[in-house]
């Protein structure tokens, strides 16, 4: 299997452009993650999917953020408008539901907002 | 969710063993205990998880105290490539605890 696939790795966009992260998870794996990572933060959960359906979005920051997953074998999350606070490394995770402490992740996408 | 405490850096010899400990004083008696690594520039990697017995897989070891009050990974022989970031996690078991919520960690260091 390829794991899990991001595009792009890297996103350098202006402030105000729409972002669009894409994620495919591993194939058959029921839970899906968005995370991000900042220096100053760590690697903070945004949302996660069970079986396509968001379960827990409270760690979506405010409302320019929102994920999709309109079928088992890919997601989005969409930030607009963009802000430079944004930049970040966001990372997409996916995992079985009976080990769902077992997740893996894919390389991440390195936004910039300039 | 319960809180994990982790050195935030340890350093160690290559081919030496590496001893990383985690303190989990409030952990439930169904949070089960995850160990991820982050290899520089890279996705956290899973490495081993358990809850109540000690753990072995072909990356590293799980000693769990009797208590389950802490937990210590034990990397058998460190090497160049174990250098990165160690997270200890709890997870609730089912429903919408299976999410994970990453601390701090602890960096480890491997000198040649």
């Known amino acids: 299997d390829a794991g899990v696939i991001q595009s792009p790795r890297h996103e350098v966009t202006e402030m105000g452009q729409e972002v669009t992260l894409r994620c495919k998870p591993i194939s058959g794996h029921d839970y899906l993650f968005w995370y991000r990572q900042t220096m100053m933060r760590g690697l903070e959960l945004l949302i996660y999917f069970n079986n396509n359906v968001p379960i827990d979005d409270s760690g979506m920051p405010e409302d320019r953020f929102s994920a999709k997953m309109p079928n088992a074998s890919f997601s989005t999350l969409k930030i607009q408008p963009s802000e430079p606070r944004d930049s970040a490394v966001y990372f997409c995770?996916?995992?079985?539901?009976?080990?769902?402490?077992?997740?893996?992740f894919g390389p991440g996408t390195r936004l910039t907002v300039l | 969710d319960a809180k994990t405490t982790q050195p935030n850096s340890m350093e160690s010899n290559e081919e030496e063993p590496v001893h990383l400990p985690c303190n989990h004083s409030t952990i439930s008696g169904t949070d089960y205990i995850h160990w991820y690594r982050q290899l520089p520039s890279q996705g956290p990697e899973y490495v081993i998880h358990g809850l109540t017995s000690n753990v072995n897989n072909r990356m590293a070891s799980l000693a769990i105290a009797e208590d389950r009050k802490s937990s210590t990974l034990i990397l058998h022989r460190a090497t160049l490539r174990d250098a990165a970031v160690y997270y200890c996690i709890l997870r609730g078991l089912g429903g919408a605890t299976n999410k994970l919520i990453f601390g701090t960690g602890t960096l480890l260091a491997v000198q040649p």
């Open positions: 995770a996916s995992s079985l539901a009976f080990l769902a402490g077992t997740q893996y």
